[in-house]
């Protein structure tokens, strides 16, 4: 378009051209006719004519788009100019680069999982149940808990309860056997959730009730995987755990859970159980009309209503039953946690911006006789503006699309570096990309800053000051005084928020490496653990798994290189149950409960394959099993906490009274203790723990367990624990007769998964810290070079007047070091109060770290007097007649 | 892309060369020569401007659809290019010169009271 124009008016101007020709030769006839020599003729022509070329240029003008065309102009000017000055446009460049694409990359983050509405339809309605108590909201909900809700009529259009399906079952009837991740849910599930259903159907209400049949609903993944996306699948059976499964479904690919789901299976609840064990997660769609408010009422009422029926112990005193926004519950606990790199994303932002105005405040400075040249010689007001602004704008675009570029990376960087623990982010497919919105909202920043702060010097240089302009020495200082204490402002803010960055990221290198030194109480090292799954009718009661857990643990110890083995139901540093007891012969308290400690069922192999150490008494051995008298060994934190005087080996205790009938037991004898672990996580204090043999489980707990937690195997090898995988293995599908293993880890990579959020604030917080003083630094550099630029002609004078070369460099490194150490002062200040926010993320260091707050300022200031240093040594090697000869 | 600006109404000397020209080529086509020396002869030489400040008009004109162009041979056997007005410059000589007599009748009016 423009081209074509451009082409035709250039037509145009030589048409225009031949025509003007024609006109003089005309008028050069009459002349002629007159009798005028034709050199006069001529002459009296161009005479009467005027100036073409005034005229063409007039007739040019009006053919084309002014500001089109001045707007090409300025843009090409602008790039000349930039390419002008290489470093200044690299390092503003760099710098928007930067600020944009950190702050693109992490707002996408914090976008997709904390602001952005859930995926699924009317998400504002859907609500979490919960029980409150005087420590929290806790999600837990049993079947008679469930079953009342559910009777609430018009509180809820939908409510369903689900597991998470943990324990895994085992697709077989293939060729291979796979271990995949089954969910129970209750009927309403996919309606309440929106979810699409490609093929086939979900549940009915009579597949949902007790003896409803066996019946599967498929995820979109496994039905394309293994199934090869046939729709012939629905009404065919598949095997789970060795039994036929009807498929009734297929669900959409779009249907987002929170944790990979492969299938669907019924709940099937008896509801008129009186199982209390706290297992499912409810969630319902609030009925048209009905408030939070409201629904809270209501479901106090229902709590006291709960009360009678089950008795005064079915709930903790002053509990009772609410709801929660499922969108506020799902990131509750996420939307601190990511507070703090949106924190440290502004302060990024801030410093680019600080950064980008003091480059444009310098170079505009540095224009300013350039500039009112060019208005001397005619450029009006408004063009030296637009010129600037043009050039600003191109700064500002080419490093938002450089940034664009950075944040594109950058979301990947952070996707690898997630902590897998980050709800909504999953570990295959990440569901995160650069969002389109907060790119044009960083990209509308910088393109602000970059009008902003060139608008201020580029009004400032187009004031019709010209004389004063022209005439003024190149080392003057009044006109530019105030620009300059701008500039220096710019710069102590920037050190500042630098220097409060850093800091955080050294509080958090801090934490993480206390984490990393912090022994959990047992051998991380060349121990490899794994999943299997035991549900399905072979593991029903205690004794299958009794011998399974036996004959597995014998072969493994068996396998060459394998030291010991052993398995549990649950893995210290990524699951684990709590469970009630009560010490026999001891006046119960207010409740049945007299204490609560972590419940781990585990076999005799266990407390040697994680190098448990045993403090008294005695571990358990093959002989504890159904038929010999109930035992139980507790942790030295629970023999401290339930016996500060007495001798717990004297005593037994009675485990899970009041949980229901699945857990009834005679009580158990205390025979050993053994040495305390952090089985929550490694920055927690270690729980109190009791640990039974799984032999010994009531069967009802066999049950209940196999269908929420798969069974781990532990194995500590002589050395790299992957190199027996392979065996292990084969031993395993042995003993269990075919079954699969899946999560296979070594206990370092669960140590490192259960540290990953520390590890991601720690990596988030140290680009940020990085880049800040990076950007801080160039901020420093750019002011001491710009004024020693400035001031040449005076280093000059100074020099001949007998100054030494130190003495010159010394001045300069104070004038610059004075703006760094204000900077620090400030901000050690602001870090001061900023980090207690911190303190909720530190471990083993105080919120004012000695170390933090001394060695961050001092490598601060190593980096200032770096970046003061190099435009110094330029001052002294002013030579004085270059200089004073200079203007 | 045909750049559209409005008659600018206010500038009575730029509308009065443009009725002018339009004038002048009533007779017939003509070429910018002679348009120049059409409006220099029949105002008595009252009118005597730099030739070439005709042609930014011309091209105006043209630009706004009331001329046409296009090259010929003139009298004196040269290349010349020909204006020649169209029907809507017709309409437009019409509109501006029922413009221009009510603007001198009403000059003359005042001049004339004053007079008397």
């Known amino acids: 378009m423009t081209m074509r124009r451009s082409i035709e008016r250039a037509r145009k101007d030589e048409d225009f051209a031949e025509e003007i020709e024609s006109h003089l030769a005309h008028e050069q006839d009459a002349q002629a006719a007159r009798g005028v020599a034709p050199e006069e003729a001529r002459r009296r022509a161009r005479l009467r004519f005027g100036n073409p070329r005034t005229l063409r240029e007039r007739v040019w003008r009006h053919s084309s788009l002014p500001w089109l065309d001045d707007g090409a102009r300025d843009l090409r000017f602008a790039l000349r100019s930039l390419a002008r000055t290489p470093a200044f446009t690299v390092i503003t460049l760099l710098v928007i680069a930067v600020g944009i694409g950190v702050n693109t990359a992490v707002f996408s983050v914090i976008d997709a999982v904390l602001l952005k509405p859930l995926t699924w339809p009317d998400p504002g309605a859907l609500v979490q149940l919960v029980l409150n108590t005087d420590r929290g909201a806790f999600a837990g909900a049993s079947i008679p808990e469930f079953a009342l809700w559910s009777q609430q009529a018009g509180l809820f259009q939908q409510i369903a309860a689900y597991d998470f399906g943990a324990a895994g079952v085992n697709l077989t009837g293939g060729d291979h056997p796979e271990q995949v991740q089954a969910v129970h849910v209750t009927r309403d599930y996919f309606a309440l959730f929106g979810a699409p259903v490609v093929a086939g159907r979900t549940f009915t209400a009579a597949e949902d009730s007790a003896n409803g049949g066996r019946v599967v609903v498929l995820s979109y993944g496994l039905w394309k995987q293994r199934y090869g996306g046939n729709r012939g699948i629905i009404g065919t059976t598949i095997q789970l755990d060795g039994q036929p499964y009807l498929v009734v479904g297929v669900i959409g690919r779009n249907f987002v859970t929170d944790t990979p789901v492969d299938l669907w299976v019924p709940n099937q609840f008896d509801l008129n159980s009186h199982e209390m064990v706290v297992n499912y997660t409810v969630v319902a769609r609030l009925g048209p009309g009905v ?63 600080g950064n980008v105005a003091n480059l444009l405040l310098a170079r505009a400075s540095a224009r300013r006789r350039e500039l009112a040249t060019r208005a001397a010689l005619g450029a009006g007001r408004s063009q030296i503006i637009r010129q600037l602004l043009t050039e600003s704008l191109v700064l500002a675009l080419a490093g938002g699309l450089l940034g664009l570029f950075f944040g594109f990376f950058g979301v990947r960087l952070l996707l690898r570096i997630n902590p897998g623990n980050i709800p909504r982010i999953r570990a295959t497919g990440p569901s995160i ?31 019709p000051n010209l004389a004063a302009t022209l005439n003024e020495g190149s080392s003057r200082s009044g006109t530019s005084f105030r620009q300059g204490k701008v500039r220096s402002i710019l710069v102590i803010s920037e050190v500042a928020l630098a220097l409060v960055l850093v800091i955080g990221a050294a509080l958090l290198i801090r934490t993480f490496r206390k984490l990393g030194e912090v022994d959990p109480g047992f051998t991380t090292h060349n121990v490899l653990t794994m999943a299997m799954s035991v549900s399905g009718d072979r593991f029903q009661t205690t004794a299958p798994v009794a011998h399974l857990v036996r004959d597995g643990q014998d072969r493994l110890q068996a396998v060459p290189g394998v030291l010991a083995a052993g ?155 992957y190199a027996v995988l392979a065996p292990v293995e084969a031993a395993l599908r042995e003993a269990s007769s075919d079954l699969a293993v899946a999560h296979i880890r070594s206990m370092d990579e669960v140590e490192a998964r259960n540290i990953a959020r520390q590890r991601f604030n720690m990596a988030l917080l140290t680009i940020f810290g990085l880049s800040g003083l990076l950007m801080a630094a160039i901020g420093v550099y750019g002011v001491m070079s710009y004024s020693v630029q400035q001031r040449t002609q005076e280093m000059g004078v100074r020099m001949a007047l007998g100054a030494q070369a130190s003495n010159l460099r010394n001045m300069i490194i104070g004038q610059g070091m004075i703006l760094a150490l204000l900077g620090v002062a400030v901000g050690l200040a602001g870090a001061f109060w900023l980090t207690r926010f911190l303190a909720g993320f530190l471990f083993g260091v105080k919120a004012w770290d000695p170390m933090a707050f001394l060695l961050t300022p001092l490598l601060l200031c190593a980096v200032a007097l770096l970046a003061v240093w190099i435009p110094a040594r330029r001052a002294t090697r002013v030579d004085p007649m270059t200089a004073l000869r200079l203007e | 892309m045909v750049l559209k600006r409005p008659p600018e109404a206010g500038d009575v000397l730029q509308g009065t060369l443009d009725m002018l020209i339009l004038r002048t080529l009533v007779m017939g086509p003509a070429h910018g020569h002679t348009i120049a020396q059409v409006i220099e002869h ?8 730099e030739q070439g400040s005709l042609y930014p008009a011309l091209h105006r004109l043209e630009d706004r ?42 000059i003359d009016l005042i001049l004339g009271a004053e007079t008397e």
């Open chain 1, 291 to 353: 408030t939070l408010a409201q629904a809270n009422a209501q479901l106090r009422l229902v709590a006291d209503q709960f009360r009678r029926a089950y008795g005064s112990h079915s709930l903790p005193p002053g509990g009772g039953f609410g709801v929660v926004p499922l969108q506020q519950f799902m990131v509750g606990d996420m939307r601190f946690p990511l507070l703090v790199p949106l924190g440290a994303v502004g302060f990024v932002l801030l410093i680019a911006c």
């Open chain 1, 433 to 463: 990309s650069l969002d389109p919105h907060i790119l044009l909202f960083t990209l509308g920043v910088s393109v602000l800053t970059g009008v902003l702060f060139g608008l201020i010097p580029a009004i400032a240089a187009s004031r």
């Open chain 1, 567 to 721: 398995a549990s139901n649950c893995l210290p540093l990524a699951s684990g149950f709590g469970m009630v007891f009560d010490i026999v012969g001891r006046p119960k308290g207010n409740a049945p409960f007299t204490g609560g400690a972590g419940f781990y069922s585990i076999s005799s192999g266990y407390f040697s394959s994680l190098g448990i150490p045993l403090v008294r008494g005695r571990v358990f051995t093959e002989r504890d099993d159904a038929s010999a008298p109930g035992v139980v060994v507790i942790s030295q934190a629970m023999a401290r906490q339930y016996w500060p005087n007495g001798d717990p080996l004297k005593e037994r205790i009675q485990i899970g009274a009041g949980a229901g009938p699945a857990f009834a037991e005679p009580p158990r004898q205390v025979v050993g203790i053994v040495g305390d672990t952090r089985n929550r996580s490694v920055d927690r204090n270690p729980d109190p723990m009791m640990y039974i043999p799984l032999a010994q489980m009531p069967d009802g707990e066999t049950a209940l367990n196999a269908k929420v937690a798969p069974l781990y195997w532990i194995v500590r090898t002589r050395e790299n624990p």
């Open chain 2, 42 to 49: 029949t105002s008595e030489n009252a009118l005597e401007v």
């Open chain 2, 65 to 106: 659809g009331w001329l046409a162009s296009e090259w010929g041979v003139s009298e004196n056997n040269r290349k010349a290019k020909y204006y020649r007005m169209t029907p809507k410059g017709r309409k437009e000589l019409a509109a501006a010169t029922g413009r221009w007599r009510r603007m001198t009748r009403a």
